[in-house]
């Protein structure tokens, strides 16, 4: 089993700047993709990064490249994604996520953080 244990949400005017947490527990990691997804108002899940907890390469969705950063702490079991530049439509419910598959879509994860959230103000 893993548990995941999000944090860092809150409320930033448009062009801020929030630090999302992940804290992870329960077995070893090597082999796991961590990720974040995110979920607006009736809207589905989205991908929005990924990062190989061994190797550490990365993958983003178009949208937040060059103003997202995800990354890892090995010592503390904790992912990070730093987001920057904010955009009223980035606000959504913000998921940690690990799998076994370097997979961008919400089924492909087995398991999940209980959500933060962010919101961005114009």
């Known amino acids: 089993q893993v548990q995941l244990v999000e944090s860092g949400g809150g409320l930033v005017q448009a062009g801020g700047s929030l630090r999302l947490s992940c804290a992870a527990s329960g077995r070893t990691f090597s082999g796991v993709y961590m990720a974040w997804f995110r979920q607006a108002p009736g809207k589905e899940r989205k991908f929005v990064a990924r990062?190989?907890?061994?190797?550490?390469?990365?993958a983003y969705v178009d949208s937040v490249k060059g103003r997202f950063t995800i990354s890892k702490d090995n010592a503390k079991n904790t992912v990070f994604l730093q987001m920057n530049a904010l955009k009223p439509e980035d606000t959504a419910v913000y998921y940690c996520?690990?799998?076994?598959?370097?997979?961008?879509?919400?089924?492909?994860?087995?398991?999940w953080g209980q959500g933060t959230q962010v919101t961005v103000s114009s």
């Open positions: 996520a690990a799998s076994q598959a370097a997979v961008v879509t919400a089924p492909g994860y087995n398991y």
């Open positions: 990062i190989r907890w061994s190797s550490g390469s990365t």
